[in-house]
C-alpha cells in the first residue's frame, strides 16, 4: 500500500442554484487575461443540455479519456503513444473556439463618443477573435434554465444515450444545475497525453497542474481530457487548467469557488488512496464496477493501518488528522451519497457529486402529494425511472442501483429530519433502517449537508514547506526520472523547480 | 578571393551559426515561458489540418536530404556502392516529392495566414520575418533542385557540401561558393539569414521535438515548489537558509 494525499471536492447539486457566481468569482481570478477570454476553470451547465464545449460527453466525437482493451491495458482513447506523435502536427480532434463560443466585448466608446444624433448610439458586440462585428449565437451557458427548448436540449450526449421514450417525457420532468471544474483524477489523461511532460500531479496533495515553462503548445491535453477541462490559451501558445487554487489551499484556505459558492454546497478536505492500486482500479473490465473500484481507492482515515501507512509516507500528523475530519470520506464511504461524474472516462476523478434529489421532489408536489413523506418519495424514485437513469448516465456509468440507493438516503433523511424539526413525538426510526442507516447517521448527515458551517465544509491542512523535501525522497517516479533520464518530469528531473500556474507576462511583450 | 567572397562564405555564415547558438542558449535560459509552437488551431483548424501536416512533414524529409547531401562526403557512398547516377535519381526523386508536399504545405499555411482574419490578427511582425525567410529559403531550394538537377548540371557535393563541412572544421573553401550557381548561393545566404533569425521566432519549438514521450512514464508526479513564487533566486537575493535550488 502506497498512500498518497489528495485534496478532493464534493458538490451536493441539490442546493445550487444555478447562479454562476462561482464561475464568475472564478474568472475574475484566473482568467480575465487575453487569450483566456473564452475559458472557464468553473462552469455551470444545466442538464439536460449540451454542456461547455457543446457536446464533450460525446466521446465517440471527442476522443477523451481512456479505452480499456480486451487484455485488460488501458490506452488513451485519442489512440497510442506513437499515434499521439504522429498526429502531433494538427490535432485531428481539437474543438474549434466555436466549440467553446466565440468571445466578444461591446464597443463602449460608442455609448459616449457617438456624435449627437436621432437615435441613441448602440455598442455593438465585437468578437475577441477577429476583432469584427458579430453576432452572438452561442455562449458558455446559452441554453441555460434549458433556454433554446427541445432541439438544444436534445442534443445532449447523456440524453442521446438513453432511450426515445425517455427523450420525449424528460423534457417535462426536470432539469437541474451541474457545476464543473477539473477534476484533478487520480488517472489524468491530460497528463498521459502531454508530450512533454508539462502536466503533473503534485505527490502532496494531488492537484494537477501545468507547468507553464514547461508546456510547448502541443495541444494534445485538450483533446485527451473526456471533461474539457485544459483551455488552450491562444495568446501565449500555452495549455491552462483549473488550479485547485493551490496558491489559497497551501494557506489552508478553500478555493475561490467554494468561497464564493451561494448554495454553501461544495466540500473541499482531504482523502487518502491507494496509488499502487489507481491503475487497476480503472481497468476494471465491466464499466458498472468503476464506481465501487473508485470508492474502494478512497482510504478509510481511521484504520490504523491506513494511518500507519501514511505515517511511513512521510504524511504528517496534522495532514493524517484533517484526513480524519474530512466531509469527503463521510460523503464518499460512511454515508455512500457522493458519486463521481462520469467513472466511464477511467480517469478516477476527484470531484464527487451528491445527486440531486429535487427533481424527484419536485414532481411528486406537481401530482399534489406530500413531497416531503418518505413513503412518496421512495414509491416516485422507484417509479420515476428517467431522473434516475439520466443521473446514472452522470454518474454510475448507467448504472441505477447507486444512484437509487443515494437518492433513497437523501429521502430518508428529509423525511426523518422533518419529523425531528416538526417537533413530532416519535420520529419514524424505521425510515432510516430502510437505507441501511442509524438514527445517528441520519442526524450527521443532516448535519453536514444542511447546517455545516465553514470550518466543516472545509477541511485544509496547511502545507508544510519543509515537507516538500521529503516527499521527494519517497518513490513516486520510475528509474528513468533521474538525473540525464528520459523520464521527464519526475521528481529531480527538473531540479525540483516548479513553474506557476499563471504565465508571467513580461511588461511590454506583444504577445 | 575577394572581400565579397570573405564576407559571404565565412564571415557572414560564422557570424550567423554565432547567433544562432548564443540566441538559443539566451532564449533557453530566459525566455521558458515564451517556447511554445504558438499553435493557432483553435482559431482555424480546417486548412492547417491540410496544410500542417504536408509542410512538416515534408520539410523533415528535406531536411533528412539534408543532412544525407550535405554531411555525406562522396568518397562514403560511393564505398558502399552507391553510384552517382543511383545517388542522383533517388535524391531528385525523393527530394521532388518532398519538396511538393513541404511547398503545398506551406502555401496553404500561408494562404490561411494573411486571409484567415483570426489567424492574421495574432501574427507578429517576427512570424512575418520567419515566414519571408522561409518561403524564400524553400523557394531558391526548390529551384536549386529543378535547376541544378534537371535542366542544367551542378553537383553540390563537391562544392556547397565541401564548402559547409569545412566551416565545421575550419578548413575555409569560399572559392567553392563563389564559383557555384547564383541559385545556391541565394540558398545559401537565404538559409544562413534563417539560421540567424530562428532562435527568435517560435521556429525554437523544433528543439522541443517531444520524442521522450515515447517511453517516459504516463503520469509525472513532481513535489510542490517550495521556492517563492516559482522563480529563481537572483544572484545576491537568495535565501538565508542557502539552500540552492
Ligand atoms: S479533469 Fe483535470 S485532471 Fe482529469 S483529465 Fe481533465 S484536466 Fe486532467
Ligand atoms: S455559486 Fe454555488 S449555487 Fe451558484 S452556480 Fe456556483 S455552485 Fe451553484
Known sequence: MRVMAQMAMVMNLDKCIGCHTCSVTCKQTWTNRAGMEYAWFNNVETRPGQGYPRTYEDQEKWKGGWTRHPNGRLSLKAGGRLKNLATIFANPVMPSIQDYYEPWTYDYRMLTNAPLQEHTPVARPKSLISGKDMRITWSANWDDNLAGGPELATQDPVLRKMSEKVKLEFEQSFMFYLPRICEHCLNPACAAACPSGAIYKRSEDGIVLVDQDKCRGWRKCVTACPYKKIYFNHKTGKAEKCTFCYP???????????????????????VFYDADKVLEAASVEDEHDLLDAQRDLVLDPNDPEVVRAAESEGISRDWIEAAQRSPIWQLIHR???????????????????????????????????????????????????????????????????????????????????????????????????????SVEDVHDMHRLLALAKYEDRYVIPAAHTEQAHRLEAIATGCSLDGEGGPGMGGPGSSGGKVGLGMPRLRPGSKR | MNTIDLVLWVIAPYTCIAVFAVGHYW???????????????????????????????????????????????????????????????????????????????????????????PVFRVTSRMDKAMYLALGLVILTGMINTVHGNIIGHYDYRDGVAVWMRGLFVFDLHPELMAKAPLSFQAHTVAAYLLFALWPFTRLVHVFSAPVAYLWRPYLPYRSRDTGFGGRRERRGWERIDGSTR
Open chain 1, 248 to 270: 489559497r489551499i497551501e494557506v489552508g484556505m478553500p478555493t475561490v469557488c467554494s468561497e464564493t459558492c451561494v448554495g454553501r454546497l461544495r466540500y473541499l478536505g482531504l
Open chain 2, 27 to 117: 532564449r533557453y535560459r530566459y525566455d521558458q515561458f515564451g517556447w511554445t509552437t504558438l499553435s493557432s488551431q483553435l482559431r482555424e483548424s480546417r486548412l492547417l489540418r491540410w496544410g500542417s501536416p504536408l509542410f512538416h512533414f515534408g520539410i523533415l524529409a528535406v531536411i533528412g536530404g539534408h543532412v544525407v547531401g550535405l554531411f555525406i562526403p562522396k568518397s562514403w557512398t560511393a564505398a558502399v556502392g552507391i553510384t552517382d547516377e543511383m545517388y542522383h535519381v533517388g535524391a531528385v526523386g525523393m527530394g521532388l516529392v518532398a519538396g511538393v508536399a513541404t511547398v503545398t504545405g506551406l502555401v496553404l499555411l500561408i494562404i490561411r495566414r494573411r486571409l484567415v482574419g
Open chain 1, 335 to 437: 454515508f455512500r451519497v457522493a458519486l463521481p461524474l462520469h467513472p466511464e472516462y477511467r480517469t478516477m476523478p476527484m470531484v464527487w457529486y451528491v445527486p440531486p434529489l429535487s427533481p424527484v421532489v419536485d414532481s411528486v408536489a406537481q401530482t399534489g402529494f406530500d413531497g416531503e413523506d418518505g413513503d412518496n418519495l421512495f414509491a416516485a424514485i422507484e417509479s420515476l425511472r428517467i431522473p434516475v437513469e439520466y443521473l446514472a448516465e452522470l454518474f454510475t456509468a448507467g448504472d441505477p442501483a447507486p444512484v437509487t440507493e443515494a437518492l433513497r438516503r437523501l429521502a430518508a433523511m428529509r423525511s426523518y429530519m422533518r419529523d425531528v424539526n416538526l417537533g413530532r413525538e416519535n420520529p419514524d426510526a424505521s425510515v432510516a433502517e430502510a437505507v441501511g442507516m
